[in-house]
């Protein structure tokens, strides 16, 4: 009779233990799921996109995901050319000095445009060893010393461009790197706030349409996130070899710059009903 009891006994733990180890793998996989499901909105909207409440279970399964875009163009208001002196000597002392020579004349052309010089800035300077590898003898060459002093100028006169090129090249620079056409701080700042609006309203028209072929309708947004790129417009030249065209052309080198243009997303959870 006591080995009855003693068995009942162990039978009655036995089984709150595995209804308890029941409902923890059961709270795991929950965890599991929820976390999941956040890992899986945040690589679609960003981490701020999933509301605090959330976590806090307010946010229900009756809600929608939607995102609008817009892109708001203009013309750039600003250009930056960049160019560079380069200069090659069997002599490092005599390359540097060379390369001095042309970039003191360099920047006395700027100035004698009209340039400011505070819009002239230097962006690199090397001085290194020429090298080549011939392969097959498996050992390199030494062809003296070059030296680059890379600059850039930076103007709000977008119709400057060509000018500038002109100027530098004549007096001394063999490589025009690229011309940059974009936007000030200002007028980026303009036009993201209206791509956003249109965005925004894109979005909403987007839930609302949704909502509508669904017969629901939509009550309130419970979060929202925005997001927004900006891509100046790139000129890219050929190096010395278009250098050379022009330095050769009588004409003036003539930039025309295309609009420069931000795009703007907002992602939104509408809850509905």
């Not at 089984?15 to 890992?39: P, W």
């Not at 930056?80 to 060379?98: G, I, L």
């Not at 445009?113 to 590898?133: N, P």
């Not at 987007?206 to 909502?211: G, L, V, Y």
Request: a negative charge; hydrophobic letters at 40%; proline letters at 2%.
């Amino acid at each position: 009779m006591n080995q009855t009891k003693i068995f009942m006994g162990f039978a009655v733990v036995s089984v709150f233990l595995i209804l308890g180890l029941m409902t923890a793998v059961n709270d795991q996989r929950q965890s599991i799921h929820m976390n999941s499901e956040k890992t899986r909105l945040s690589a679609l909207f960003g981490d701020s996109f999933i509301p605090g409440a959330w976590a806090a279970g307010e946010v229900t399964d009756n809600t929608i995901f939607v995102s609008g875009s817009a892109t708001a163009s203009a013309s750039p208001d600003k250009v930056t050319v960049h160019f560079a002196v380069e200069t090659q000597d069997d002599s490092a002392v005599k390359s540097q000095q060379d390369n001095a020579y042309k970039t003191a004349a360099v920047r006395s052309a700027l100035t004698g445009i009209g340039i400011s010089a505070d819009d002239i800035e230097t962006t690199g300077y090397t001085l290194s060893q020429v090298k080549d590898y011939d392969y097959q003898t498996r050992k390199y060459t030494y062809n003296g010393f070059k030296t680059v002093h890379s600059m850039k100028v930076e103007l709000s006169d977008t119709g400057r461009a060509g000018e500038v090129i002109d100027a530098v090249v004549s007096a001394g620079v063999n490589n025009i790197n690229s011309v940059t056409f974009g936007l000030s701080e200002a007028k980026m700042e303009e036009l993201r706030l209206k791509a956003l609006k249109e965005a925004a309203e894109t979005t909403r028209k987007k839930a609302d349409s949704i909502a509508e072929g669904l017969g629901i309708s939509v009550n309130r947004v419970m979060s929202a996130s925005e997001g927004y790129s900006y891509s100046p417009a790139v000129n890219t030249y050929r190096g010395m070899d278009m250098v050379a065209e022009s330095a050769g052309s009588p004409a003036p080198t003539e930039i025309t710059p295309g609009d420069v243009s931000v795009t703007a997303t907002v992602s939104a959870v509408f809850e509905i009903a």
